[in-house]
């Protein structure tokens, strides 16, 4: 199982960024897959979930800014991020479990190794 991010960089605050996680090595559509964040020396937290069906969370802060998406002939998973803010700033990557959508980082079984976003004027 492989996740590979793509689509950070430089942004001003108010602009726009779209993340691609592309994967590979399993019957992607039947994992709960994820965006996580994590900002100099804070711990890495969830930013948006999209389970096996469908279903989405956001964690409070992106509600209404960011959107998780899946292309499954593509096999990739997205997250559109509008709005963006300077707390936005983080390593954002993206993750997959076959078991679970878990609120905590430390179950999640597979990770990509990060894709940095800065939100800066």
């Known amino acids: 199982v492989q996740l590979q991010e793509s689509g950070g960089g430089l942004v001003q605050p108010g602009g726009s960024l779209r993340l691609s996680c592309a994967v590979s090595?399993?019957?992607?559509?039947?994992?709960?897959m994820g965006w996580f964040r994590q900002a100099p020396g804070k711990e890495r937290k969830r930013v948006a979930i999209?389970?096996?069906?469908?279903?989405?969370w956001y964690e409070d802060s992106v509600e209404g800014r960011f959107s998780i998406s899946q292309d499954n002939a593509k096999n990739t998973l997205y997250l559109q991020m509008n709005s963006l803010k300077s707390e936005d700033t983080a390593m954002y990557y993206c993750a997959a479990d076959p078991y679970g959508c878990y609120s905590s980082s430390a179950f999640w079984r597979y990770w990509g190794q990060g894709t940095q976003v800065t939100v800066s004027s």
């Open positions: 999209i389970g096996s069906d469908g279903s989405t």
């Open positions: 090595g399993y019957a992607y559509s039947r994992y709960c």
